[in-house]
């Protein structure tokens, strides 16, 4: 690996930012098991689809962390597999979204509001926590969007819990979980984007 390989700026190579990054990892692992088991209980797809986007947040901020001291170019395909995981799993809800409409029952909003609360004040700490460290190359990005995807779909599932409660319809719950789906195609493109924009970086 030559000396222009390695990364310019050792900003996100400190022990702050690793710090951040494993506490990330173990909350967005830890909540992701217990909200998707809250989302069988609450019978709801939009807790399922945030519990998903949990696991996935804390198994990619793993790989962030891992390739932190990285060369850019291993880097940027360190971002380019985060960037397409995030598209499956867009692509994955979305279909199983669409699966549930032909198959409507009405979510526990009581359950659902309650641990999409939860999960929002978990989300709430790991965004304050990587705030510091949201600016940087398609690796640094990608864990940033992860995060800020969470705290997003959180806001949606605490909502669609209220209009579950309201309308007694599942429909606000299916529409929360496909938002949540495209909001993981939005932040799979964009890193994919920045991706391959470090990859032509690195060949230069």
């Known amino acids: 690996m030559s000396d222009d390989d390695m990364p ?8 702050a930012y690793r710090r951040a990054l494993w506490l990330v990892v173990i909350i967005n692992v830890g909540y992701g098991i217990a909200e998707i088991i809250g989302g069988f ?18 198994s990619i901020t793993l790989l962030g962390l891992l390739a932190i001291g990285w060369g850019l170019k291993l880097r940027a395909r360190s971002a380019l597999i985060q960037g397409i995981f995030l598209g499956v799993m867009g692509v994955g809800v979305l279909a199983y979204t669409v699966y549930r409409t032909q198959v409507l029952q009405i979510p526990e909003a009581g359950l659902m509001g309650g641990f999409g609360i939860g999960a929002l004040l978990i989300n709430v ?3 304050i926590l990587l705030i510091p460290h949201r600016k940087g190359d398609a690796n640094v990005r990608a864990v940033w969007l992860f995060s800020r995807n969470d705290a997003l779909g959180n806001i949606l599932v605490i909502i669609a819990a209220g209009f579950v409660f309201l309308t007694n319809t599942s429909w606000p719950d299916l529409i929360a979980a496909g938002v949540i789906a495209v909001l993981f195609l939005q932040s799979s493109l964009s890193i ?3 991706a391959r924009n470090d990859l032509k970086k690195s060949k230069d």
Do not use: C, E, N, Y
Request: charged residues 30%; negative net charge.
């Open 125 to 127: 700490i790991a965004v």
């Open 8 to 15: 310019k700026d050792l900003a996100h190579i400190t022990p």
């Open 41 to 58: 209980l609450a019978d709801s797809q939009a807790l399922k689809a945030d519990a998903l986007d949990f696991l996935g947040d804390g």
């Open 192 to 194: 994919i984007k920045d």
